[in-house]
């Protein structure tokens, strides 16, 4: 599998444990970041500013990763060294009071006994131990509006690697309160990156797979009851592809399509108990829902987006920031048109 950076987009929401409804970040920071009380009426920038610190601390204030030891997984905050003892974080600075913050963690694996080895020798070999982590710089931005109840999480990862599900952890077990919020986050995909993967999508296939109860049975089983799982996979493999937009007048066409054995119960293909298919975006396949348009999430390759990769692999961070800001704002004006930010 290829090491192409994508992108991950997720909805951060905040609920009142109580009540059950949206509640804004405000009653999370007043509650769990014990700094804020100590401040005589405190404005906007005070909040962030204390937010900053402790959602730092939450990462890095210990020594060492920030461990998950089910998935074993870890990940801290990545840092620069800028020689002669200095070392510099890979965060924005603690002066964007949009209540955004954002930079690069460094993370990966651990747990996995294995060795290190070098292509051009064989005989060169070190070992990797269960307590190292092999890891990779990933970008990530959170925006948490003090005045409102869904904020966004943007993070990077690969298509051979990831971090974004430890660190949503993180982040859903950092706005929780105990007894009093609770915090959710669902992926989610910007329209006008939906649809500019849907334009350009394609079929691959279709799986359809269904039960049937034989109470007749066939030749030399007759009057034996059996329990059939049959299973139809239709692939295109023309030269001119079914195009996304033409997708449901093909299912309607194959649909029709009857099966049914002798003397038995006939079933059409529409009717089958389980569906699923693919197409193609880009190069990438994903998943479509049969009967829910906006449950289709796309892959988006960085590649694909403008941003430069270099023959390590390694994505153009500033580009990657410069292209979630901007990203950020589309998504607001999307889902939260009266609540805009400025200067992101």
């Known amino acids: 599998m290829s090491h192409d950076p994508k992108l991950e987009i997720y909805k951060v929401r905040l609920l009142s444990k109580d009540e059950g409804r949206p509640t804004q970040f405000r009653n999370s920071f007043r509650t769990k970041i014990s700094s804020i009380s100590s401040i005589t009426s405190p404005n906007d920038s005070d909040f962030y500013r204390e937010?900053?610190?402790?959602?730092?601390?939450s990462i890095d204030?210990?020594?060492?990763?920030?461990?998950n030891t089910k998935k074993e997984k870890a990940f801290k905050v990545a840092k620069e060294d800028l020689g002669n003892g200095n070392i510099k974080s890979k965060l924005n600075s603690p002066t964007d009071d949009n209540f955004i913050i954002s930079g690069i963690l460094e993370g990966g694996k651990y747990g996995i006994r294995r060795n290190l080895g070098n292509v051009e020798d064989g005989n060169v070999v070190s070992p990797?131990?269960?307590?190292?982590?092999?890891?990779?710089?990933?970008?990530?931005?959170?925006?948490?509006?003090?005045n409102h109840d869904t904020g966004i999480l943007l993070i990077q990862g690969y298509t051979e690697g990831k971090i974004s599900d430890i660190f949503r952890e993180h982040i859903v077990d950092y706005f929780t309160v105990e007894k009093k919020v609770i915090c959710q986050t669902e992926i989610f995909i910007p329209e006008q990156l939906k649809?500019?993967?849907?334009?350009?999508?394609?079929?691959?296939?279709?799986?359809?797979?269904?039960?049937?109860?034989?109470?007749?049975?066939?030749?030399?089983?007759?009057?034996?009851?059996?329990?059939?799982e049959v299973k139809i996979e239709i692939i295109d493999k023309s030269n001119k592809k079914v195009k996304y937009t033409l997708f449901n007048k093909m299912l309607e066409a194959f649909g029709d399509t009857i099966i049914h054995f002798p003397n038995e119960v006939r079933k059409k293909l529409s009717s089958f108990?389980?569906?699923?298919?693919?197409?193609?975006?880009?190069?990438?396949?994903?998943?479509?829902?049969?009967?829910?348009?906006?449950?289709?999430?796309?892959?988006?390759?960085?590649?694909?987006?403008?941003?430069?990769?270099?023959?390590?692999?390694?994505?153009?961070?500033?580009?990657?920031?410069?292209?979630?800001?901007?990203?950020?704002?589309?998504?607001?004006d999307e889902i939260m048109p009266h609540y805009a930010i400025k200067d992101i």
Request: aromatic share 14%; charged share 30%; with cysteine.
């Open 128 to 146: 990797i131990n269960r307590n190292n982590v092999v890891g990779d710089w990933y970008y990530f931005l959170l925006y948490a509006p003090i």
């Open 273 to 332: 108990e389980k569906k699923s298919a693919k197409m193609k975006g880009t190069g990438k396949e994903f998943p479509i829902d049969f009967n829910n348009e906006d449950n289709i999430k796309p892959v988006i390759l960085l590649k694909d987006q403008g941003i430069k990769i270099s023959e390590d692999k390694i994505p153009d961070f500033d580009q990657i920031n410069t292209y979630c800001r901007n990203l950020l704002q589309d998504i607001l």
């Open 195 to 228: 649809q500019k993967y849907l334009s350009n999508a394609i079929f691959s296939s279709a799986k359809f797979s269904s039960g049937f109860i034989i109470k007749n049975g066939f030749g030399d089983l007759e009057n034996k009851e059996l329990d059939l």
């Open 51 to 57: 937010f900053y610190k402790d959602f730092v601390n």
């Open 61 to 67: 204030g210990a020594k060492g990763y920030r461990r």
